[in-house]
Each structure stands twice: as C-alpha cells, then as structure tokens.
C-alpha cells in the first residue's frame, strides 16, 4: 500500500511540476477530430456519469485537484462559462484526480462550483486521455470528438475557452 501511495504522490508531484511547465504563453489550438474516449466515474451525489450519454452537447472536460494552485484560480472561471452556455447545450465535468475526493470536497465547500464533479481516484481516466499536466482541459464537440486541448491554466485563458466552446455550439451535428 506504501508503494501505492508513492507512486500516486510521486503522479501528482510530476503533474504539478509538468504543468507551471507546461502552462506557456497561449492555450493550444484546434486538434484534428478524434473521438473523446468514453468513460464512466462516480458524480459527487454518488451516481454514475458517462461521457457518451453527453453525445449532442459540447463538453469541456477539466482535470484539476485541490492541490493545484491554476485549477482553483480557473474553477468558477469555468463555472461561469458552464452558467452563460448551459442552455444552448454546454456542460463542464470537473474530474478531480485525487485519491481521497475529501480533498475535493473540502476545496469544493471554499469554491463551490454548480458543474458536475466526477472522482478519478484511480486516475484510469487520467491516464486515457495522457494527462500530464495540471489542469487539463479538453473540449469536447457534439459529436464526441476531441477538438480542443489545454494543458496548464494562465489567466485570460477562459477567454479562449469561451471562444472554442462558442464555435462548437454553433457547428451542426
């Protein structure tokens, strides 16, 4: 078990340190489409949510943990997007990626946020869509296809979110 946690300290270390790295000057552009993997993790109520029962929305994914400085800067950024465009069929899922989600609800009760949180403890999910960098931040199309890709978070970056996800909501299935 000592090693289990080692490795998962050693993950998030990594993560961390990648991700003040890898947060550059600007956000990444537009991705050739590919289709998001699909998963299923337990939302914060206890229930199941999946990826593909979200086909026809235009999703941004965000994997962020309570011990991510950016991640707690960029959380009601994204639950501000998540209010403006839910109507138009936008959602945001928080997939935190800590082992014990006590973490994320102690972070979740200082920054309460109305999007969905889903609990990668394992970081199964984490390692399927090759998060190297805290946060990361995918934006999912209509159809299911990966188009947008953000590792790290800057401020304005929010801006370029909103921008993307505007431009997907606008394309046709």
Not at 128 to 147: F, K, Q, S
Request: charged residues 20%; aromatic residues 10%.
């Amino acid at each position: 078990m000592n090693t289990l946690r080692s490795y998962s300290y050693i993950y998030r270390l990594a993560l961390l340190l990648f991700g003040l790295y890898a947060a550059g000057p600007a956000p990444a552009a537009e991705q050739p489409p590919e289709a998001a993997p699909d998963f299923t993790l337990k939302s914060g109520g206890g229930e199941n949510l999946k990826l593909s029962e979200l086909r026809g929305q235009v999703v941004l994914i965000n994997f962020w943990a309570s011990w991510c400085g950016p991640c707690r800067k960029e959380m009601p950024l994204l639950d501000q997007l998540y209010q403006q465009y839910k109507p138009l069929g936008f959602t945001v899922l928080g997939v935190n990626v800590e082992e014990d989600p006590a973490q994320a609800r102690t972070l979740l009760s200082k920054v309460p946020v109305s999007f969905p949180i889903v609990f990668d403890g394992a970081n199964s999910v984490s390692k399927l869509y090759n998060v190297i960098a805290m946060p990361t931040t995918v934006i999912v199309d209509r159809n299911g296809n990966m188009r947008y890709l953000h590792k790290g978070y800057m401020p304005g970056y929010e801006d370029t979110y909103q921008q993307q996800v505007r431009a997907l909501l606008t394309e046709r299935m």
